[in-house]
């Protein structure tokens, strides 16, 4: 069964500057990828997926997110973070051939100083 | 599109009472799905229906916890003899399957609390 794993448990960065959070999967074949975002006591948001084609990824709030298959990796990025972008922010793997058996990572959660 | 509902936001109850909570998907999304959350971790898949017909349950799931999707529409999801273990946001999300490529949309969670 595939796997995500986020490395990072805690992340803090200033206003203004940039971020990468990252992910690392663990699949056999060509994943399905998702970043979700949670705010405290929320469901999750939707910020970009990946099924297929285009590696670079746009998403909402000004997110993108790059498929590596080489390093199984999808690691979001934002040019210039906002203090509203702090939140939980999850990654998720499916497949096209069961994708009602996504899985998700613990988590990275996003600190913003002012 | 009026996005996935659930209610209620909050449960408090005692240890060994039941409780039930309801999820209103995306209107004509054939999926609904039940994940739990506890803090610190990513949702953890519980069950899905396809329609009305429920496809499959994690072993996460045990006896005292029950979905129903009656009308392929609205879900509930049962937790019986409630224990303090059974503490967590619990998730609804639904997609609607096209060509293989499913996205799941999430409601903003029921908080249950074991005391």
């Known amino acids: 069964a595939q796997s995500v794993t986020q490395p990072d448990i805690h992340i803090t960065v200033s206003e203004g500057a940039s971020l990468e959070l990252r992910c690392n999967y663990s699949?056999?074949?060509?994943?399905?990828l998702f970043w979700y975002v949670q705010s405290p006591g929320q469901g999750l948001q939707l910020l970009l997926k990946?099924?297929?084609?285009?590696?670079l990824v746009q998403g909402i709030k000004g997110f993108e997110a790059e498929f590596k298959r080489s390093q199984s990796s999808f690691n979001l990025r934002k040019p210039s973070v906002h203090w509203s972008d702090a939140a939980e922010y999850f990654c998720?793997?499916?497949?096209?051939?069961?994708?009602?058996?996504?899985?998700f990572g613990a988590g990275t959660r996003l600190t913003v100083k002012p | 599109d009026t996005g996935v509902s659930q209610d209620p936001r909050h449960k408090i109850t005692k240890r060994g009472q039941n409780v039930t909570f309801r999820c209103d998907p995306i209107s004509e999304h054939n999926r609904l799905y039940w994940y739990r959350q506890t803090l610190g971790q990513g949702p953890e898949f519980l069950t899905y229906?396809?329609?009305?017909?429920?496809?499959?349950k994690s072993r996460l799931l045990s006896d005292r916890f029950s979905a129903e999707r009656p009308k392929g529409s609205f879900s509930t999801l049962e937790i019986q003899r409630t224990e303090q273990g059974d503490s967590a946001m619990y998730l609804c999300?639904?997609?609607?399957?096209?060509?293989?490529?499913?996205?799941?949309?999430f409601g903003p969670g029921t908080r249950l609390l074991v005391l």
């Open positions: 229906f396809q329609n009305e017909a429920q496809l499959e």
């Open positions: 999300a639904s997609s609607r399957t096209s060509g293989g490529q499913e996205t799941q949309y």
């Open positions: 990946y099924f297929s084609g285009d590696t």
């Open positions: 699949y056999g074949a060509t994943p399905y």
């Open positions: 998720a793997v499916g497949t096209r051939y069961n994708n009602n058996d996504m899985r």
